[in-house]
């Protein structure tokens, strides 16, 4: 069974850093993105963070969090990291990491929502001004 635990949320101050993780077990294989996602306050959708795909570990961002965010994987405790920097108020959410393995026409992941297989049930980041 595909399990995904997220960890690491809290309260932080406007500026500051926090790092998430994401403990992923239950995969027999490394065909498969994980992926960060956050739903903020009243959103009806999850927004995608970051990529990474665990077969060769290339890296996708949604081109608003280039620069603040970076995902990162340790394999060996199979756990993929969201370290968050300059942290803003709007940056309070829930955060969820997700795990797909559709692939596009170019033999790269898809990494939006819909394509999820597998999802965590989310930590919440509140970041005060």
């Known amino acids: 069974e595909v399990q995904l635990v997220e960890s690491g949320g809290g309260l932080a101050q406007a500026g500051g850093s926090l790092r998430l993780s994401c403990a992923v077990s239950g995969f027999t294989n490394d065909d498969h993105a994980i992926v960060w996602f956050r739903q903020a306050p009243g959103k009806l959708q999850p927004e995608e963070v970051a990529?990474?795909?665990?077969?060769?570990?290339?890296?996708q961002y949604a081109d608003s969090k280039k620069g603040r965010f970076t995902i990162s994987s340790d394999n060996a405790q199979n756990t993929v990291f969201l370290l968050m920097t300059s942290l803003k108020p709007e940056d309070t959410a829930v955060y969820y990491c997700?795990?797909?393995?559709?692939?596009?026409?170019?033999?790269?992941?898809?990494?939006?929502?819909?394509?999820?297989?597998?999802w965590g049930k989310g930590t919440l980041v509140t970041v005060s001004s």
């Open positions: 997700a795990a797909g393995s559709s692939l596009d026409y170019s033999g790269e992941y898809y990494c939006n929502a819909a394509a999820m297989d597998y």
């Open positions: 990529c990474i795909s665990s077969s060769d570990g290339s890296i």
